[in-house]
């Protein structure tokens, strides 16, 4: 990939992409596609990514599974509605990756393990120093860190602007939605 210009963004599922499933679904996950909605701007924000050249990668942990909530199975077909829906609207996401496992199950894949990344770093052979992450959660901003990303928070899903103030690791960025994510990234890289 182009070691200049960024290339991908990372971007994390629920409360990202996907109105976040905590208070409303039956176990606080997507456990099926009737429960999944696309946030406002959302559809958007992918797209214009996608008429920039972008590749976007999904990474997200998905310990439902784990947790014996739904099967692998489901999630798998989730994410093909998903990726359905986002390609007959313009837009698109490269590839998924999801860590099915339970917190306690001290898996390499869980972020804010860099598995998940590692994996689409060598398959994609990504520039890690040229990309970029985009989540809702602390976990997620120390994730990115830890695989070597730009990460930008968004609040449409778990946190909020003033639960920054006492993370060791901040966003580069905070974003109130994906499209005002996105549209930074592309204005910041527009503009080196």
Known sequence: ???????????????????????????????????????????EALKKLK??????IVISNQAGVGKGYFKEEKLT?????????????????EASYYCIHREEDGCACRKPKTGLFDKAREKYRINMKGAYFIGDTKR???????????????LTGHAAREDVDGWDVRPEYIGKDLKGAVDWILGREESQ
């Open 1 to 43: 990939m182009n070691a200049g210009r960024a290339t991908v963004v990372f971007v994390d599922r629920d409360g990202v992409i996907n109105k976040d499933p905590g208070g409303w679904t039956k176990y606080d996950y997507i456990t099926d596609w009737s429960d999944f909605h696309f946030l406002p701007g959302a559809v």
């Open 51 to 56: 008429e920039h050249g972008y590749k976007v």
């Open 77 to 93: 077909e989730i994410d093909r509605m998903m990726v359905d829906e986002l390609r007959a609207s313009g837009a698109d996401i």
């Open 140 to 154: 997620d901003m120390i994730a990115g860190a830890n695989a070597g990303l730009r990460t930008v928070l968004v």
